[in-house]
């Protein structure tokens, strides 16, 4: 079965740092696109970056270029998601998702209807 569990979520202040962590079970990394996306309530989900399964980083949304970077240790199974000077407007709930498909526009563009396994998410506020 396939699962995605992540955890690294909470509180911090405008400025500050966290990193995302994305336990894979059920699949190999090597095989699957792998993503994070975030909602924001009100708001539609949005890709924040996308990586293929030969490790290629496909897909950066601009607003987080420069600030958020994703990685993966295919060893552990595990997908980051590095977060630093947060401002409140990233202020969501992180969702990590995953596909085999790692070659279709959807994953590679990072777009939520290509994915089909989603973790539960886990809730990030910046607030001062």
């Known amino acids: 079965q396939l699962q995605l569990v992540e955890s690294g979520g909470g509180s911090v202040q405008p400025g500050g740092s966290l990193r995302l962590s994305c336990a894979a079970s059920?699949?190999?990394?090597?095989?699957?696109?792998i993503g994070w996306f975030r909602q924001a309530p009100g708001k539609e989900r949005e890709g924040v970056s996308c990586?293929?399964?030969?490790?290629?980083?496909?897909y950066v949304a601009d607003s987080v270029k420069g600030r958020f970077t994703i990685s993966r240790d295919v060893a552990k199974n595990m997908v980051y998601l590095e977060m630093n000077s947060l401002q409140p407007e990233d202020t969501a709930s992180y969702y990590c998702?995953?596909?085999?498909?790692?070659?279709?526009?959807?994953?590679?563009?990072?777009?939520?209807?290509?994915?089909?396994?989603w973790g539960q998410g886990t809730q990030v506020i910046v607030s001062s």
């Open positions: 998702a995953a596909d085999w498909n790692y070659y279709s526009a959807n994953v590679k563009g990072c777009r939520d209807l290509g994915f089909s396994t």
């Open positions: 990586m293929s399964g030969r490790g290629s980083i496909t």
């Open positions: 059920g699949f190999s990394l090597d095989d699957y696109g």
